[in-house]
């Protein structure tokens, strides 16, 4: 098969082997302009999950024949890619400060960004055992709030989501990761927190302008759920909300962490009566991760 590959025809299952399905596969995602860059990359990958195979493996085994539903599956996946879904749901997990979590269209794909946030905790709260009191605001699939409980095992943490569905995905990964001491609530930001008040507050609030909708890759467009993406007109609707909240259920000397789409004028004025406010760099030097202590 492999000198006579037609990515425009569907992939010839009898006697397809691991070299035929990658060459078939990368042909077909370079036929999009948006794929084309990684589309040796996602091919690989989607051949490891419908295989089972490791890279080392297909690499080891260029020849070894792929069996009738393996090469169905991934001809499937191969389409489902071409059509914008990302590999993480593909796969349906994602690696997260060195834990799989599971994802779902129902919740935010966890970036690496991200992570930033739980290296400024770590920096801040030296001791492991200490007994915090943490809220996640927004938890989608819980990344935040799982892995904060497993990394303070003494600690109660509140995971706050206003959507149901992605209070589930994040139930699974605590359950799938042993975090018992995480509890769930379905909330408009804080609204189910009551009268608590935590040691801590994390956060990756939505922070993208409506108005940059239309420029986002399609990936995430059409395939994240906007109410954890957009925050509003310009960016900052949420998170005019979510500061003065944090606010008051915030311990003397407590912090609140979030994620931003990075430092401006309009997140400066609105955190303008925060304290020992700080900004963190992400690895494009973004001032991705604020800090800061209740007003």
């Known amino acids: ?35 084309r860059e990684h589309a040796t990359r996602d091919a690989q990958q989607i051949l490891e999950i419908a295989t089972g195979l490791t890279r080392v493996q297909t690499r080891a085994q260029p020849d070894r024949p792929l069996r009738e539903e393996e090469a169905g599956s991934f001809q499937g996946m191969i389409a489902q890619r071409r059509g914008g879904v990302p590999i993480q749901h593909l796969r349906g997990s994602q690696e997260f400060f060195g834990r799989e979590f599971l994802v779902s269209p129902d919740a935010l794909i966890p970036r690496p960004e991200t992570e930033g946030i739980i290296e400024e905790v770590l920096r801040l709260y030296t001791d492991r ?12 699939s819980g990344i935040l709030a799982v892995t904060l409980a497993l990394e ?11 959507s149901s569905a992605a209070l589930a995905v994040a139930y699974e990964n605590a359950a799938a ?17 009551g009268d608590s008040r935590f040691d801590l507050i994390v956060s990756n609030p939505p922070y993208i302008p409506l108005t940059e909708a239309a420029d986002l890759h399609r990936q995430v467009r059409d395939h994240e759920p906007h109410l954890a993406l957009f925050g509003g007109e310009d960016g900052f609707e949420v998170i005019r909300r979510l500061l003065p909240q944090a606010a008051t259920h915030l311990r ?20 303008e009566h925060w304290q020992n406010v700080r900004f963190v760099r992400d690895l494009q030097g973004v001032e991705r991760i604020v800090a800061a202590h209740s007003p």
């Not at 992939?11 to 042909?27: P, S």
């Not at 303070?152 to 206003?162: C, K, M, Q």
């Not at 975090?179 to 930001?189: G, I, P």
């Not at 003397?252 to 955190?271: K, N, Q």
Request: with cysteine; net charge negative; charged share 20%.
């Open 129 to 140: 055992s200490a007994p915090l009191r943490i809220a996640d605001v927004g938890t989608g």
């Open 1 to 35: 098969m492999s000198a006579s590959i037609k990515p425009h025809e569907p992939l010839k299952i009898a006697g397809c082997t691991v070299a035929d399905a990658l060459r078939f596969g990368t042909a077909r995602l370079q036929m999009r302009d948006d794929l």
């Open 177 to 193: 990761l042993r975090a018992h001491n995480v509890r769930f609530a379905e909330s408009d930001l804080l609204a189910a927190a």
């Open 152 to 162: 303070y095992p003494a600690s109660d943490v509140l995971a706050l989501d206003i």
């Open 252 to 271: 003397p000397g407590g912090w609140v962490l979030m994620e931003t789409a990075g430092r401006s004028a309009a997140l400066d004025a609105i955190l």
